[in-house]
């Protein structure tokens, strides 16, 4: 089959492909700690579902307008004014099928041929596969472990030139955890008041799980209402990833062309999601701040197991729900960490490089599993590294930069995997 020149284009979520390979080593009667997927183990607060069953039996069985029920654009307008202190129309929310349209639409409504588009690097995929999908460049600003995983907003306003056409922003950030001060947001919305034609899409949905400080939306600074796209949603805070609803605030002369992107894709979101997410905004929010502070002792006990590991050095996340430890002192690439975590020691994670190529010497770990699965798993992780310690004890150094990143070898190739060898028993 010829498929379109653009399809080559297309990148993806690791997390669900290495969810896959686990799930497969399951099947062979493995037993094996989910650390890979990015959502909460929690349930979905009853009194929410209970909401969606109403609605179904009620009739909540149509179509609705392609943007979403105004009752639910409604509630989002009050909780943004709530959470953001600021003011916004119904008619500037577009609901989606969870939150990941909103990236999907913004970036194919305004990134064209050439254009170039800011987003961090190590980041969410979906950023970096979009842009190029559509035929934009991918400008990679690097976030790094020296500034706590914030990026370096002064370098970041160097790289916006006249073809610049979108910033991405995501804080608290996947997969790091690291958080943007206020000051960076104050620098990077000076250089885009400049450029008209300049948006930045603000990926907002760990908003809520923030351990210290405040939440600063960009958009709630002066003047950026008009030029930034705020991506929110109840995958993550209301525990809600297979319910899929999400939504984007947009400026004004934007929200018409997404909501003609959803006509002409999805037609609408689920009628009865929708009325879950009324609930899930009207309700107590008592189970989503009981999940965070659960989130907050998780994180410390993983931080703190982390860095009692050899060759592994974790800091602190600010918000999210993920710890991105260093590995580079295991003298192994992060592909080949995450595999032999997953094939040797029975622990899924994710390969830093699944984040872009300056994820190269770091893995991705979701806290979001009980506190005895975690510590099930840094066990396992100290096991599997001191044989591996063991059988090489002068590992070669890997370097952490995004160029040497691509000359590691892939693990994860089948032929390459069978040549890993046995390890040795412990004790
Ligand atoms: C940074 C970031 N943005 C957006 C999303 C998409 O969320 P949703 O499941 O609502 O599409 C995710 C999901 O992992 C994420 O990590």
Known sequence: MKFAERMSRLGTETAFEVLVRAKALEAKGREIVHLEIGEPDFDTPKRITDAACKALRAGYTHYTPAPGMLELREAITR?????????????????????????????????GEGDEVIYPNPGFPIYESMIQFVGGKAVPI????????????????????DRTRMIILNSPHNPTGGVLARTDLEAIAAVVREHPNLVVLSDEIYSRMLYEGEHTSIASLPGMKEQTIVLDGFSKIYAMTGWRLGYGLFPSELAPAIARLMTNSNSCTCASTQMAGVAALTGSQRPSIEMVAEFRRRRDIIVAGLNAIPGINCLTPHGAFYVFPNITGTGMTSREV???????????????????????????LSYANSISNIELALHRIKTTLA?????HPNPPKVASKAGKAK???????????RQIKKPEPVG
């Open 338 to 364: 995450a595999d032999r975590l997953l094939y040797e020691g029975g622990v899924a994670v994710l390969a830093g490089t699944a984040f872009g190529a300056y994820g190269e010497g770091y893995i991705r």
């Open 142 to 161: 690097q976030l790094e472990e020296a500034r706590d995983f914030s990026l370096d907003a002064e370098r970041l306003c160097r790289l916006v030139n």
């Open 387 to 391: 044989i591996r310690n063991r059988a």
């Open 79 to 111: 909780d943004a004014s709530r959470r953001r202190n600021m003011a916004f129309s119904p008619d500037d929310v577009v609901v989606t099928p969870g939150g990941k349209p909103i990236m999907f639409f913004s970036i194919m409504a305004l990134v």
């Open 407 to 417: 000359r590691a070898i892939d693990v994860t190739k089948p032929a390459e995997l």
